[in-house]
């Protein structure tokens, strides 16, 4: 299995509960690595440009909204098969549907708190990368 990147959000509810270290605990627990990390609070454009894809859902407006309400961790991950790793830790989207043990099911309030972001494919995850971080302010965790 190949090594592979993918873009993960500490979002707005979680960094309330104060639960940083325990999320980022539990991925490198599953042996994935923090290539790059940043806390920032995004703009409303970034949050519309980040959400882009969902722009004709109904629940866009709240969910940008949400994610300006305060602040966010972004980080790279970096491991073997990081992308659908980082899915499987993060659980599904409403944290009530969520499998036990999971993050969203451990620390989410609501399906759109659900206190995660993470890449959901290899192409969103360059995106999404190159969205928030230079080349030079990600480091290969495997060489
Ligand atoms: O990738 P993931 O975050 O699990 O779900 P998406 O279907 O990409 O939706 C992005 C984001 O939108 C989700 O995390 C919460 C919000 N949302 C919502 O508020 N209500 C829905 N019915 C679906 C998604
Ligand atoms: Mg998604």
Same mark, same amino acid.
């Given at each position: 299995m190949a090594i592979e990147r993918t873009l993960s &959000? &500490?979002?707005p509810d979680a960094v309330a509960k104060n639960v940083i270290? *325990? &999320?980022i605990s539990? %991925? *490198?627990?599953?042996?994935l690595c923090i290539a790059a990390l940043k806390m920032m609070k995004l703009t409303r454009q970034q949050a *519309?440009? %980040?959400y882009g894809v969902h722009r004709d859902k109904p629940f866009f407006d709240d969910l940008v909204e949400y994610m300006i309400s305060g602040p966010v961790v972004v980080q790279v991950l970096e491991g073997e098969n990081a992308i659908a790793k980082n899915r499987e830790l993060m659980g599904a989207t409403n944290p009530k549907e969520a499998a036990p043990g999971t993050i969203r099911a451990d620390f989410a309030d609501s399906i759109d708190a659900n206190a995660v972001h993470g890449s959901d494919s290899p192409e969103t995850a360059a995106q999404e990368i190159a969205f928030f971080f230079k080349d030079d302010e990600i480091f290969p965790r495997f060489d």
């Open positions: &959000i &500490i979002k270290g *325990e &999320i539990r %991925f *490198e627990k599953a042996g *519309e440009a %980040f």
